[in-house]
């Protein structure tokens, strides 16, 4: 009975301790001891006792005058090993499946490699007439639905415009582009990089806020009117905050850095 008694009290301990460590936010990552006690509902002695075991860990540091706490180093390192094993393509399937059997249109995950963005995984519609990019596809991140959508969630897109500035390329109406589609949300593309096709694409993030690439479905003109492209920006829009919020990002708002 003692032993079970035991357990149980262990077990009552470890639950507090990640309610303390989940009770930091990207927006108050600095804590007094007085808020994290309101928001995991615990006395003082208790709390302080549970900090100066994640202290020792170094889950947690403590600094300044009134005390604050924020995470510490291991949590960084926790984080640095989950996203190393992470396999976005994997994550990201049930958000395509979801969107794949709704739209019955071709579905595509694209990631941001340096001045490109490369398709990472696919489902091909199954209808006769279909656009597809295939796995490894990869071009130019200023191009397409897909690509915009990524750069308009960069922190210095023209860095990637440096080259085009000597051309009849318009850099300053290209970047307010970019500042709508960043305001709505989403991107559209009709007939630009294929005769007759059709790509919506929202952008989804990691948990830190950057950008990674975009969810993106793909369609030919002759379905993909006003009335389904606008479903297909709704769903999209519900299956890309799924997928950033399974890579672990969880503020409202994006924040813009290089991706």
């Known amino acids: 009975m003692e032993t079970a008694e035991k357990a149980g009290e262990g077990v009552r301990a470890v639950d507090r301790a990640l309610d303390i460590l989940m009770a930091f936010t990207a927006t108050d990552?600095?804590?007094?001891?007085?808020?994290?006690?309101?928001?995991?509902?615990l006395s003082r002695p208790t709390l302080y006792r549970l900090l100066r075991t994640l202290e020792h860990k170094g889950f947690i540091v403590s600094s300044g005058e009134p005390q604050r706490f924020e995470l510490g180093p291991s949590v960084a390192n926790l984080a640095h090993v989950w996203g190393?094993?992470?396999?976005?393509?994997?994550?990201?399937?049930?958000?395509?499946?979801?969107?794949w059997e709704a739209?019955?249109?071709?579905?595509?995950?694209?990631?941001?490699?340096?001045?490109?963005?490369?398709?990472?995984?696919?489902l091909p519609s199954a209808?006769?007439?279909?656009?597809?990019?295939?796995?490894?596809?990869?071009?130019?991140?200023?191009?397409?639905?897909?690509g915009r959508v990524i750069l308009a969630h960069t922190a210095l897109p023209e860095v990637y415009l440096e080259d085009k500035g000597a051309t009849?390329?318009?850099?300053?109406?290209?970047l307010k582009q970019l500042a709508a589609i960043r305001e709505r949300g989403y991107e559209i593309s009709r007939d630009e990089l294929i005769q007759g096709a059709v790509a919506v694409a929202v952008p989804y993030?990691?948990?830190?806020?950057?950008?990674?690439?975009?969810?993106?479905?793909?369609?030919?003109s002759v379905r993909m009117d006003a009335q389904r492209v606008d479903a297909c920006v709704t769903l999209l829009k519900e299956e890309g905050a799924k997928l950033s919020a399974a890579l672990g990002y969880a503020d409202k708002v994006p924040i813009r850095r290089q991706g």
Do not use: W
Not at 88 to 98: F, L
Not at 103 to 122: N, P, Y
Not at 132 to 140: E, P
């Open 29 to 41: 990552h600095r804590l007094t001891a007085g808020e994290l006690a309101r928001r995991v509902n």
């Open 103 to 122: 739209t019955g249109e071709t579905v595509s995950l694209l990631v941001h490699q340096g001045r490109s963005r490369t398709c990472v995984a696919e």
């Open 84 to 99: 190393a094993g992470l396999d976005i393509a994997s994550v990201a399937q049930p958000m395509m499946r979801r969107l």
């Open 168 to 174: 009849q390329f318009d850099v300053a109406s290209y």
């Open 127 to 146: 209808q006769p007439l279909s656009f597809k990019r295939g796995v490894g596809y990869s071009t130019d991140v200023t191009l397409g639905a897909s």
């Open 205 to 220: 993030f990691d948990s830190n806020g950057r950008v990674k690439g975009s969810l993106a479905v793909f369609g030919p």
